[in-house]
C-alpha cells in the first residue's frame, strides 16, 4: 500500500509530513533511550529481514497481490510501537529514494500508515491479546492482521480526501484486499515470532513480558 | 543461541529472502494499485485481468485530478537495474537489504545513548 506521488495533492502530503515527523522524533527518543547492545544487532536484522520479504509480492485472488508492512512485528518483538516506527521509516526512505516504491511527497502518509498505525495497532493489540489469550502465536497473527487491515483503511480515508477514490468504494476494495492480505502479515508475523523466540527465548521474554 | 550466531543467521536468512524474491514475486498489482485500477476502469475489484492502456491513462488521470506532478528519478526503479534482467533485480534487493542494515544499525549506532 506504498501510496506514489500522484494519489495525494501537495498541501495534504505537508499535513501527513508534519504528523509523520511528530511520530519520527518520538521513535528517534525511544531509540535513544532503548537501543541497548543486545536490541541494535535485532533491530538492524529485522529491519534488513523485513526489507527483504517486502521485496517478495505474494499473489491473491482478483488479480491482486500484497506483501509483508512488517511494523507489527518489529513494535512486538521489541516491546514498544516506536520500534515499528523507527523500522518502517527507514525502509520507507530507502525504498522511496532508491527504489521509487512509495512516493517522496507522500511518505509521510506512508509512514502514518504503514509505520505508525502498523506499529501501534501491533504493539497495542498485541499486549491486548496476551492478556485475554496467552498465546504469543496467536497475538501476533491477529495483531499483525488488523495491523495490516486498519492501515489500508486509512489509506482509503486518504485516497478520499485526497479525492482519488471514492470513500465507500475505496474502504470495500482496500478493506477487501488487505483483509487478505493481512493473513498474509499475520502468518510471516507468527512464524518470525516462533523463530526468534525459538533462537533467543531471552529477547521475546522481555517483550512477552508486557503481558504479566 | 548466542548474539553474534543469532545476528549472522538473521543476516543470512533475510539474504536468502532477497536473492529469491525476484523469481517468487508476483507480478500483479498490490493491494493499493488494484484498488486504483478498479476505480478508473482498468479492472473490476474482483476480476484478474488488467488492461494495460487504461491503466497508463488513469495515471495520468490522477495526477491532474491531484495536481501533483512531483516526479523522481529513482536509481533503481522497482527493484531494478535499468538495462539488467533477473540478475539486476536480485543485484537490488540485496543491496537494498545490505543499505537497511548498514543504515538501522549506523543510525542507531548514533542516536542511541541507552546508559544515560
Known amino acids: 500500500m506504498h501510496i506514489p506521488d500522484g494519489f495525494i495533492p501537495l498541501y495534504q502530503d505537508v499535513i501527513y509530513w508534519i504528523i509523520a515527523i511528530i511520530f519520527i522524533s518520538l521513535a528517534l527518543k525511544w531509540a535513544r533511550n532503548e537501543l541497548n547492545d543486545e536490541k541494535l544487532p535485532l533491530i538492524a536484522v529485522l529491519a534488513a529481514g523485513i526489507f527483504a520479504i517486502q521485496a517478495m509480492n505474494i499473489p491473491i485472488p482478483f488479480g491482486t497481490s500484497g506483501h509483508m508492512v512488517g511494523a507489527a512485528l518489529a513494535a512486538i518483538v521489541l516491546g514498544s510501537p516506536y520500534a515499528g516506527v523507527f523500522v518502517l521509516t527507514l525502509v520507507l526512505i530507502v525504498q522511496g529514494v532508491i527504489f521509487a516504491d512509495g512516493g517522496i511527497t507522500t511518505m509521510g502518509a506512508n509512514i502514518i500508515n504503514m509505520g505508525v498505525v502498523g506499529g501501534f495497532v501491533g504493539y497495542y493489540g498485541y499486549t491486548a491479546l496476551m492478556k485475554v489469550t496467552d498465546n504469543t502465536y496467536a497475538s501476533g497473527f491477529i495483531a499483525a492482521w488488523a495491523a495490516c487491515f486498519i492501515a489500508a483503511l486509512l489509506c482509503a480515508v486518504e485516497m478520499a480526501v485526497a479525492g482519488t477514490f471514492p470513500l465507500v468504494a475505496g474502504l470495500i476494495s482496500m478493506g477487501l484486499y488487505h483483509a487478505i492480505i493481512g493473513l498474509l502479515e499475520g502468518g510471516i508475523t507468527a512464524v518470525a515470532i516462533y523463530l526468534i523466540a525459538t533462537a533467543r527465548p531471552d529477547l521475546m521474554e522481555h517483550s512477552a513480558g508486557v503481558s504479566a | ?116
Not at chain 2, 20 to 37: K, Q, R, T, V, Y
Request: glycine share 12%; proline share 5%.
Open chain 2, 1 to 116: 543461541m548466542e548474539q553474534n550466531q543469532f545476528v549472522i543467521a538473521a543476516i543470512i536468512l533475510a539474504l536468502v529472502i532477497a536473492v529469491l524474491a525476484p523469481f517468487l514475486a508476483s507480478g500483479n498489482p498490490d493491494g493499493l494499485e488494484s484498488a486504483f485500477f478498479s476505480m478508473y476502469g482498468a479492472k473490476t475489484v474482483t476480476g484478474a485481468d488488467l488492461d494495460e492502456g487504461q491503466a497508463g491513462l488513469a495515471e495520468e488521470q490522477v495526477v491532474e485530478t491531484t495536481g501533483n506532478t512531483f516526479e523522481f528519478e529513482a536509481p533503481m526503479p522497482d527493484y531494478s537495474i535499468p538495462g539488467m534482467d533477473k540478475a539486476g533485480e536480485v543485484t537490488a534487493i540485496v543491496a537494498g537489504t545490505v543499505l537497511v542494515l548498514g543504515l538501522v544499525w549506523g543510525a542507531g549506532r548514533l542516536i542511541a545513548r541507552p546508559e544515560q
